[in-house]
């Protein structure tokens, strides 16, 4: 059973812009999300995507546009429910913990209203629930960042927010704990049917956790949807680059369905694209197959051992550079020439 | 919090320019001031002020860096008997005010004191058949300065010392150096930066003082602006003595400033390891043991008991008047201390909640009243609060009613007004050191968590904020305690503290009557002393 009550939060945001002072630092920005689903913020650092997380708890103003949440209105450039009466719970980089309470006094910091015993109840409940039973009495100066960043966690969802934010709550951790964690984190929020909205720089930590993806760039949402398609079906050049790997090779449109470039003829649809046009065709290392039958050759630059297979730098012959995943076993020199054939599914054209 | 309140911001900037207004006036009347000494005059008091002033600074400098370097070192990088208990002894001197070591001393070592009386029951000599140092001089004033001062560079030092990473040490053994040459060419410039800051206090210490060179009869800059306003009544002539010294100040300050964050650049610790000390056993052991406790012995021990000795047995200054006297100066003091605390928290809360360059700007030139000496901010602060009398007086008197009297300047106002302009900065930092370590994401995880603005302070500000607000409380009450010449200038008629009558009872040659009032202002001003060793011993327990 659920700890939360079955709760129909329903977050929207309308043509969202945001300033400090007259510089305005995020554009326009639509989005909606569901209940008990898990949406990212991705973006590179500057993208305004961290300020846009700020908005949505109450503590950055409007310049424009509204955020309601469940159907009620909390942002518009008119008005701002604070902070503090939004029911938006969140957990933040550097973890923020209040160092002068202890693990059970944290916790229960935002369960003021509750009834005593309710609140030693709902604290015990939570502590089991980030694996950290027993801690009740210790402070956090005593725990290790990861137990932290898991109190952290408890303490905000405690109240029963309707909306659980959280910003960039792994890039304080090490690797190794992140990778231990992200999956952690990401299955307590299921299990508990929350609706989180997460601020990331990194895709994998995004691909783990997330129902849906907002790449982000200059202040704009430049894609909103699944993982699956933000890496499949990029929207744009930004998206297609800034996630996974690729390259983009200049092509012609010959017709409706072929693209000629320095590899060949690429075939899959062009619709939009004039015949003639200058595109420019995003091929990812996975969609290049080393093959020594191929007439199409290439030299190695540069290569790389991954351990499950090489990542090989081809220049084709007219200076395009392309990546190329092989088997671990195909070890070549650099400066040899290899066969390579591309094998794509759909064609990713951009303007 | 507090985001569209503007009357707090309107606060802040009056209260800033409250603090300034001594400086300004000073400035001011340097410029456009009338003086009547006349240039020559000034000329010939200036060049006097300026050679015995550097003198006095090389001096302080030489001697400090004497007792505080080989003390640093030795007690943080090595291990030797009595390391542990010398390591916190050593800065104990703090809690002793210049002036009070130096009657000590002038006790000790006059003609009638102990030391000559045994040397010529010893020898058999009288009076002139043999040369004695003369304390009361500018080398005596050096060495007085020098005992009670070089606890800040040891603070420093010894900080900068632990800080360093055995990693930088190792590589330098590894490159071939012995462990004593990577000392002086590793650890000790390291420590450079660290080691000048304290220095930039050191010196505009020396700077301020009043009662040591007074009782000594040394003409510097703090002596020559009391002269120049007491003894000739010469305004303008005061106004730009202390302006010359305002100079040496602000270039001090630039010095300490700079030193600081060069400091910061400097600690290059990556790894919690600290260096293994180095074990001096035997004769090196007792050598390192000998250096460490000369320092504390001079300047702590050595007066403390002839205090005590005074104060218990000699003086029948234990009366009425001394309880009176103590209650006078506690008050005072408590009052200071609360209000200077009071704008501190005021100055520091506006800084965060408002960080625009205006009010950081404004905040930062505040700060610079713990670097101007007492006596200028006490002579900056009678001028304007005269002037303000004058004016209420007239216009009471224009109405036909009988004179007020001084209701500023003859009153605690200007007490108070000048203690806050003087300990504002040393309480800014405490309070601002509280404040800065709960991060704005904890005031917006509390927010997030449904508490206001005031559940916010309550809840959080306030409990994490106590103990730095006690140590900025009871730092302010020693330093208003200790203080001299902005209390001797500017007390009401009749008022007396034990600072000033010490002063008094010690400038009359009744040394052994001032011990009393002496002995318990060190005795009070120890309790900051040990509670800064406890906080730096602790380990830092927030992240």
Same mark, same amino acid.
């Given at each position: ?32 999300? =569901? ?70 006094? =944290? ?96 895709? =994998? ?147 | ?42 000329? +010939? ?262 205090? $005590? ?49 205006? +009010?950081? @700007? ?17 002579? @900056? ?23 007020? @009297? ?6 605690? +106002? ?72 902005? $209390? ?56």
């Amino acid at each position: 059973m659920s700890i939360l009550a079955q709760q129909s939060a329903h977050l929207q945001l309308r043509d969202v812009c945001l300033a400090y002072g007259h510089q305005q630092v995020v554009h326009h920005v639509d989005l909606d999300l =569901n209940n008990q689903e898990i949406a990212c913020l991705l973006g590179p650092s500057g993208c305004g995507k961290s300020t846009l997380l700020r908005a949505v708890a109450g503590f950055q103003p409007l310049a424009n546009g509204t955020i309601s949440l469940d159907g009620k209105l909390l942002s518009s450039d008119q008005q701002v429910v604070p902070p503090e009466a939004r029911q938006v719970g969140m957990v933040f980089q550097d973890v923020a913990l209040f160092p002068h309470l202890s693990i059970a006094d =944290n916790v229960a910091f935002g369960l003021q209203n509750w009834k005593r015993r309710e609140r030693k109840a709902r604290v015990q409940q939570l502590l089991a629930l980030v694996d950290l039973a027993g801690y009740e009495q210790r402070y956090p100066h005593e725990l290790s960042g990861g137990q932290q960043q898991r109190i952290a966690l408890a303490r905000a969802m405690a109240p029963k927010p309707q909306l659980l934010l959280m910003d960039e709550p792994f890039s304080g951790l090490d690797a190794m704990l992140r990778e231990e964690l992200v999956p952690e984190v990401a299955t307590v929020l299921k299990q508990e049917g929350i609706t989180a909205l997460l601020v990331t720089h990194d895709q =994998n930590e995004a691909f783990a956790m997330a129902d849906l993806i907002a790449v982000m760039r200059h202040g704009s949402v430049e894609q909103w949807n699944t993982a699956y398609n933000i890496y499949h079906r990029p929207a744009t050049a930004f998206v297609a680059d800034f996630i996974g790997e690729g390259d983009f090779l200049v092509g012609t449109v010959v017709d409706a369905q072929q693209v000629e470039t320095a590899v060949g003829l690429l075939r899959g649809p062009c619709d939009g694209y004039a015949v003639d046009s200058q595109v420019q065709v995003f091929i990812r290392p996975d969609d290049v197959l080393h093959d020594d039958a191929s007439s199409l050759q290439g030299r190695i630059v540069s290569k790389r051992f991954r351990g499950t297979h090489f990542l090989y730098r081809v220049e084709m012959s007219g200076g395009q550079q392309l990546s190329c995943f092989t088997d671990s076993h195909h070890d070549h020199q650099i400066g040899e020439n290899i066969g390579i054939k591309l094998n794509l599914d759909h064609l990713l054209l951009f303007g | 919090m507090f985001k569209h309140i503007n009357w707090f911001n309107s606060a802040t900037v009056i209260v800033a320019l409250f603090l300034l207004l001594p400086v300004m006036v000073m400035l001011y009347q340097a410029i456009l001031g009338d003086s009547e000494l006349g240039l020559h005059m000034l000329r +010939v008091l200036l060049a006097e002020y300026v050679s015995n002033s550097l003198l006095l600074l090389l001096g302080v400098a030489v001697g400090v860096l004497m007792l505080a370097l080989p003390a640093a070192w030795l007690t943080s990088m090595c291990r030797f008997p009595g390391q542990t208990w010398l390591a916190w002894a050593l800065l104990l001197p703090m809690a002793m005010p210049a002036y009070i070591i130096a009657y000590t001393y002038t006790g000790i070592l006059d003609f009638a004191g102990p030391v000559q009386s045994f040397i010529r029951d010893w020898t058999g000599l009288g009076y002139g058949d043999y040369w004695f140092p003369e304390v009361r001089s500018l080398g005596g004033a050096v060495v007085m300065l020098s005992l009670v001062l070089y606890p800040y560079v040891y603070l420093m030092a010894r900080a900068a010392f632990a800080q360093q990473s055995v990693t930088s040490l190792e590589v330098g053994r590894s490159l071939g150096y012995s462990q004593w040459q990577a000392l002086f060419f590793l650890a000790m410039p390291m420590a450079r930066p660290a080691i000048a800051a304290g220095l930039a206090l050191v010196m505009m210490e020396t700077l301020a003082d009043y009662g040591t060179v007074q009782y000594f009869g040394v003409s510097v800059f703090t002596t020559g602006i009391f002269r120049a306003f007491y003894g000739y009544g010469d305004t303008a002539a005061t106004a730009q003595l202390a302006t010359v010294l305002l100079v040496f100040v602000v270039a001090l300050l630039a010095m300490e400033r700079l030193s600081r964050r060069r400091a910061k650049y400097h600690s290059v610790a990556t790894t919690d390891k600290r260096a293994e000390p180095i074990e001096l056993t035997a004769g090196k052991g007792w050598l390192a043991f000998v250096l460490c406790l000369i320092p504390f012995a001079l300047g702590f021990l050595i007066p403390v008991l002839q205090l $005590t000795y005074w104060a218990v047995f000699e003086s029948n200054e234990w009366n009425w008047d001394f309880f009176s006297l103590a209650w006078n100066s506690f008050y005072l003091a408590c009052l200071a201390a609360l209000l200077v605390v009071a704008l501190a928290l005021l100055l520091a809360y506006a800084r965060r909640i408002e960080p625009g360059q205006p +009010v950081k @700007g404004v905040v930062a030139m505040a700060g610079f009243g713990y670097a101007m000496p007492g006596t200028i901010i006490a002579i @900056g602060v009678l001028l304007p609060l005269a002037w303000m009398d004058q004016q209420i007086i007239s216009w009471i008197q224009g109405l036909g009613w009988s004179s007020p @009297g001084l209701l500023l300047s003859g009153s605690l +106002v200007a007490l108070l007004f000048a203690y806050s302009v003087r300990f504002i900065a040393v309480a800014l930092s405490s309070v601002r050191a509280g404040l800065d370590s709960i991060k704005p994401s904890v005031d917006y995880a509390g927010r997030s968590l449904g508490h206001g603005p005031w559940g916010l302070l309550r809840r959080i500000h306030v409990p994490m904020m106590r103990s730095t607000v006690l140590t900025a409380l009871l730092i302010v009450f020693v330093d208003v305690l200790k203080e001299l010449p902005a $209390t001797l200038i500017l007390r009401p008629f009749n008022f007396n503290t034990l600072a000033v009558r010490a002063y008094e009872l010690a400038a009359d040659e009744r040394l052994v009557d001032a011990a009393p009032a002496s002995i318990t202002i060190v005795m009070v001003a120890l309790i900051p002393v040990l509670v800064l060793h406890r906080a730096m011993n602790k380990r830092p327990k927030q992240n």
